[in-house]
């Protein structure tokens, strides 16, 4: 959907909102004035601050699942029987989701940042790899054939033939790791983190600020949509520079 049509649905949406909210009044749900008003009240207060710490621990934790995943996933889908086996096993980890991890976090590294950036960890983790394993696995087999004829080696032929051709699927699940990355993030600083927008979120529930929770949350989602526009436009160049 263009950006245009996108602001003209969300003004209207925010429109309808600040209506109902004047017409059926609730503390449980203010009018977006009230919220932009409480947003700048915050900024004052230490916000930025929380985002920053929000987006650090998403860049430590993302990048080590990025280069553990991509790493582990060329292994596994070179490594025949025994990468299948090591592969079953690791998806059968997948479904459970990262904040259920969350205790046994707290319990490894306490609270804080490495028990979040763990969590983080492991939700970007997961998706990288089975998408870089699947990927490597998809090449189609006529390539492969002809590097076979033109006697290229086992690692010229992933350099050259494989990764390419992977390239767009493991950059999507570059890009699928990096939203779960965020919204793991999030849910770790709810319960084991004294800083960031999952903790601001809670503390301001906790004080039955409404307002506070809504500006939590937009900053969720506006940095959430920054992220993946970046992203984005990095999959693009990428794949225009290396893709097959």
């Known amino acids: 959907m263009p ?30 004035s009230a919220v932009t008003v409480r947003a700048a009240e915050l900024l004052g207060t230490g916000l930025l601050s929380h985002v920053l710490d929000s987006l650090a621990r998403v860049g430590a934790g993302y990048l080590l699942a990025s280069l553990a995943a991509v790493s582990l996933g060329v292994l596994l889908s070179l490594g025949g029987r025994p990468g299948d086996a090591v592969l079953g096993a690791l998806n059968s980890l997948r479904p459970i989701p990262p904040i259920a991890w969350v205790p046994l976090a707290i319990l490894w590294f306490g609270l804080g940042d490495p028990s979040a950036i763990f969590i983080v960890f492991v939700g970007a983790f997961f998706p ?17 054939e002809l ?54 979120i809670q503390s301001h529930r906790m004080l039955l ?18 992220m993946d526009a970046i992203a984005a436009r990095l999959e693009a160049a990428v794949l225009r520079r290396w893709g097959p």
């Open 147 to 200: 590097a076979e004829v033109l006697g290229a080696s086992s690692r010229l032929t992933l350099a050259e033939v494989r990764l390419p051709a992977a390239l767009p699927r493991i950059a999507t699940g570059l890009r699928t790791g990096l939203g779960l990355a965020w919204t793991s993030v999030v849910a770790a600083e709810l319960v084991g983190a004294q800083s960031g927008l999952g903790y601001l």
């Open 209 to 226: 600020d409404p307002e506070g929770v809504l500006v939590g949350m937009a900053c969720i989602g506006l940095a959430g949509v920054g």
């Open 128 to 144: 990288i790899l089975l998408q870089v394993a699947w990927a490597l696995r998809s090449c189609p087999p006529a390539w492969l």
């Open 3 to 32: 950006a245009r049509d996108v602001l003209v649905v969300g003004v209207a949406a925010l429109g309808f909102w600040e209506l109902g909210a004047r017409l059926w009044p609730s503390p449980a749900l203010p009018p977006p």
